[in-house]
């Protein structure tokens, strides 16, 4: 299978053209990243998580924390190989570029979609959401994804850790 067919990419894909979730996109992406190449902050699954890092910041109006997302994005993406087939990777480098040039000027947000060129991956898209289908959010939740959603397994995870370390 083709690195990009794998269903947590298919999630990714999925978050962010159609649900605009770009929390979401982080959190399939950094556990895709986590089983490819973990603790490999250089790797392309890096940069694309990245990406909607930066798109969620740039929404909260967090300027300075997009505009970081967005720089790392773009250098992990601009020549990735594999991990942007079946995009338009110029497109999707002049997307992060642009991403970046409006959050400098600090612009209002302005969602896009990622530039799919392979009619396979639009399928196993199209396949994926025919499967599993999902129910819309609000955009307040949305944009404030990250305070609001059930934090108890974290808290317990971090927990955990510090007992460890004592």
């Not at 530039?115 to 199209?126: H, K, Q």
């Not at 959603?149 to 808290?155: A, N, V």
Request: charged fraction near 25%; proline fraction near 5%; hydrophobic fraction near 40%.
């Amino acid at each position: 299978m083709h690195p990009l067919r794998h269903p947590l990419f298919i999630q990714y894909i999925i978050h962010f053209n159609f649900h605009e979730d770009y929390f979401e996109c982080h959190e399939v992406g950094e556990e895709y990243w986590k089983a490819v190449a973990p603790k490999d902050k250089m790797h392309p699954l890096a940069g694309w998580i990245q990406m909607a890092v930066g798109m969620y910041h740039w929404r909260r109006s967090n300027y300075p924390g997009a505009l970081r997302s967005f720089i790392r994005a773009k250098v992990k993406l601009a020549d990735a190989g594999i991990w942007t087939e079946g995009f338009d990777s110029k497109l999707l480098v002049e997307q992060i570029a642009g991403s970046i040039e409006a959050v400098t000027a600090r612009r209002e947000f302005s969602p896009y979609k990622l530039p799919i060129t392979s009619d396979e991956l639009r399928e196993a898209v199209a396949a994926y959401m025919a499967a599993n289908p999902s129910e819309t959010m609000d955009s307040y939740y949305l944009m404030h994804k990250h305070r609001l959603r059930d934090r108890t397994s974290i808290i317990n995870l971090r927990e955990q850790k510090k007992r460890r370390k004592l």
